[in-house]
């Protein structure tokens, strides 16, 4: 598939404290990621691991301090048209729908502004007809137009926020958990729409998330951040029917699951969990001394077919896959249903 976009070795570091103190977090660290034409890529992992600044990152909101990102070919910073011509190609949606949008505005004034900066339409006619389009392929009314954000609930501002970054007629929509902040009875009908703009616009879509079925539900592939690295990537299926790193693994035992109930033990999990959130370095059994002592290779993880890859020391191939809390229901979202409900402590709790 060819790669729409393209990120290869990106390394992030922040720095601060004071003179006599300085830190330094080591945001992202040799990353890779390729996004394909219309393909969806979801971007796991728990807080503090990386996922948002890899999103500024591509957005031209942060510069990374080594690396390169491609859109299709070409450096962020050489595109036709420079930071707006880049921007009218990959846009970014974010996870608060209420932080987003201005409550002194009318949901027109989000839709407009697009439209006239990037001069995507022509004359007060054709703006109009796009404004009621964008409206539609979102799944609001056109009245909606005139109303204020507060007198729309969430669900209907996050599609306001999709129908403004759609106005430009994107390639890439980066969705920076975009549905965490929802009521759960509306997450299911934002994920559906995201993967209805794939299928009928083709749009490429990195979808950054801490609920693994939510990941299971939209996107084609799966790749997971631990500690600013990503550490394991594949179709999301065969990645989450058969979790290869500990972290992934990890991830996958914290997702509710009825049936299995009592199949890992919550306290010593916890525990771990507690080592990975305080680790510089790599807290799984064996791995911080393998690990400081040479680079982990990528491993293939079953078939070819699945793109799935781990890179840990520890990994050992598995004849079978497991049955887990994201393999139980099929693809089914209402059997998912109780997961996709997670909050972003569901998955990391
Ligand atoms: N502007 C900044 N200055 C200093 N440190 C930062 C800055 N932005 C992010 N960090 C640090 O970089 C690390 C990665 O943060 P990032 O927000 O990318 O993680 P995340 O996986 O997106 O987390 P979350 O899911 O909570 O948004 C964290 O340790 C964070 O504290």
Redesign the pocket.
């Known amino acids: 598939m060819n790669a729409v976009l393209s990120v290869e070795g990106v390394s992030k570091t922040?720095r601060?404290g004071s003179l006599f103190r300085r830190t330094s977090?080591a945001?992202l660290t040799d990353v890779d990621l390729e996004l394909g034409a219309g393909e969806i890529v979801a971007l796991v992992?728990?807080?503090?691991?990386?996922?948002?600044?890899?999103a500024?990152c591509i957005a031209r909101l942060e510069r990374p301090d080594a690396g390169r990102i491609l859109l299709e070919g070409t450096p962020t910073d050489r595109v036709a048209g420079g930071a707006r011509g880049y921007r009218s190609r990959v846009q970014m949606v974010f996870q608060d729908p209420f932080g987003s949008l201005n409550p002194v505005h009318r949901t027109e004034h989000f839709l407009r502004r697009p439209l006239e900066i990037h001069h995507v339409t022509r004359g007060e006619q054709e703006t109009a007809a796009m404004l009621e389009e964008l409206m539609l392929t979102v799944g609001l009314e056109p009245d909606m137009l005139h109303s204020y954000p507060h007198e729309l609930s969430g669900g209907q501002r996050q599609r306001v926020a999709i129908a403004r970054a759609l106005a430009v007629r994107p390639q890439v929509i980066l969705a920076d958990?975009p549905t965490s902040m929802l009521d759960v009875s509306v997450r299911i009908g934002v994920l559906n729409l995201m993967r209805r703009l794939r299928d009928e616009q083709g749009i490429s879509m990195l979808y950054?998330t801490?609920d693994l079925a939510s990941a299971r539900y939209l996107a084609d592939r799966t790749a997971v951040?631990f500690a600013?690295e990503i550490v394991e990537s594949g179709e999301s299926l065969a990645l989450l029917a058969q979790p290869a790193h500990p972290y992934t693994e990890l991830l996958v035992s914290a997702v509710p699951d009825p049936e299995r109930a009592g199949t890992f033990d919550p306290d010593a999990r916890a525990a771990l969990r507690r080592r990975v959130l305080a680790a510089e370095s790599c807290p799984f059994e064996g791995g911080d001394e393998a690990c400081s002592a040479t680079e982990p290779v990528r491993h293939q993880v079953g078939d070819p077919a699945d793109r799935h890859w781990a890179r840990c020391h520890l990994y050992r191939p598995r004849a079978t896959s497991g049955a887990n809390a994201l393999t139980a229901g099929g693809t089914d979202a209402a059997a998912a249903g109780g997961v996709l409900g997670a909050d972003?402590d569901g998955v990391a709790a």
């Open positions: 922040f601060g977090v945001a992992g728990e807080s503090g691991s990386g996922k948002s600044t890899l500024r958990e950054i801490h951040m600013g972003r």
